[in-house]
């Protein structure tokens, strides 16, 4: 069996971030994924400027692609407004190798499946045995599973569905608009053009919301591509979208048990508004390393709910 003292499952943003801590401390560390990075993941991409603070990521300098927004087309029902933002769009193909690449993580292709705790150690699947063990498995995370599901005083947030595609497109229009409530969706659908020709589009709404409404997000996904004809965003695209799904902040007061952590989408942490969760992701996990590294309190309380705010320019 191999042993180390702390054992990241998940290399998304959460566990790329946590890896990227504990390595520049010489941690001793492995992490696990079941996928061959660089890896798909959909998702927007859209991050803000605490994400390039916290990964010390100078936009100069960063390799891949990497969009500004100064303002957005936001439209809330019939309202249509323009404000101003600072915001930036990364793909995540191309982000999250390169979080994890930076870390210089020892990293294991594997698929957790079950893990025990014995003798003060966690066992993962017969393989691999550490003292700490890091949850960032994102939605399904097995360590979130194993030691965190029953948790009596957990009240997860909204689970939000999505539907999205990032593709090539000779795009003409370089504005990002968002769509909120339209045609009753609970929730909102973007088009946000990136660097080197590329343009994500997607709708995601409450699933519990479009269940009460008698709806279902494909239909807000057809809606979706008529309004991107329509407006001479998107023409002639033969869509292949995919979904995924993820929880929006709720109620979680313990996301750390003994030395098992949860961060990222395994805690639960997208922003209550937006569902941005990249960089609720990247914080929880600079955290969690640490707590490990100099025994502070791992807590989320400071990390913001709401992107508004942000977006907004106002913090
Ligand atoms: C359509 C869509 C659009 C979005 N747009 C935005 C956006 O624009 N901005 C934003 O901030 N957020 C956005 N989000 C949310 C954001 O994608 C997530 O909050 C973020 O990816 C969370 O990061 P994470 O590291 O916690 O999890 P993930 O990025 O999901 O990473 C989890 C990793 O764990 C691995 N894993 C899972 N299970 C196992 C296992 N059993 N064994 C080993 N490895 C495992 C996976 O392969 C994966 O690499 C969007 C989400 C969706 C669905």
Redesign the pocket.
């Known amino acids: 069996m191999e042993q180390v003292d702390a054992l990241i499952?998940?290399?998304?943003?959460?566990?790329?971030a946590c890896a990227w801590k504990l390595g520049q401390h010489r941690a001793d560390f492995l992490l696990?994924?079941?996928?061959v990075f660089p890896?798909f993941?959909?998702?927007?991409?859209?991050?803000?400027p605490q994400v390039l603070k916290d990964l010390e990521l100078n936009p100069a300098t960063y390799p891949h692609s990497l969009t500004h927004f100064t303002r957005f087309e936001v439209f809330i029902k019939n309202f249509h407004f323009k404000p101003r933002t600072n915001q930036y769009?990364i793909r995540?193909f191309e982000f999250?190798n390169w979080i994890l690449q930076r870390s210089k993580s020892r990293m294991v292709n594997?698929?957790?499946?079950k893990i025990r705790f014995e003798d003060n150690r966690y066992i993962v699947d017969d393989v691999f045995s550490a003292k700490y063990i890091i949850g960032?498995?994102?939605?399904?995370?097995?360590v979130n599973r194993t030691f965190f599901g029953n948790d009596p005083e957990r009240k997860s947030g909204p689970l939000?569905v999505?539907?999205?595609e990032e593709f090539i497109y000779d795009y003409s229009d370089a504005r990002c608009y968002l769509w909120f409530l339209q045609n009753g969706l609970p929730g909102y659908a973007w088009y946000?053009p990136k660097a080197n020709g590329y343009v994500n589009v997607?709708v995601?709404g409450s699933e519990a919301g479009l269940k009460a409404r008698g709806d279902i997000l494909r239909r807000h996904w057809m809606l979706l591509e008529e309004k991107l004809d329509e407006m001479g965003l998107v023409r002639g695209h033969a869509y292949q979208p995919v979904g995924?799904?993820?929880h929006l902040r709720g109620k979680a007061p313990v996301l750390r048990r003994g030395n098992a952590f949860i961060?990222?989408?395994?805690a639960g942490?997208?922003t209550v508004d937006m569902?941005?969760?990249?960089?609720?992701?990247i914080q929880s996990?600079l955290r969690a390393a640490e707590a490990i590294l100099s025994g502070v309190e791992y807590s989320v309380r400071s990390i913001p709910k709401y992107s508004f705010p942000s977006i907004l320019g106002l913090r």
């Open positions: 499952v998940g290399g998304g943003p959460a566990g790329a696990l994924d079941k996928a890896r993941k959909p998702c927007a991409g859209w991050i803000t769009a995540r999250d594997h698929a957790v499946k960032a498995g994102g939605t399904h995370c097995p939000i999505a539907q999205e946000v997607g995601g995924h799904s993820y961060v990222g989408d395994a942490l997208a569902g941005e969760g990249i960089s609720p992701a996990g």
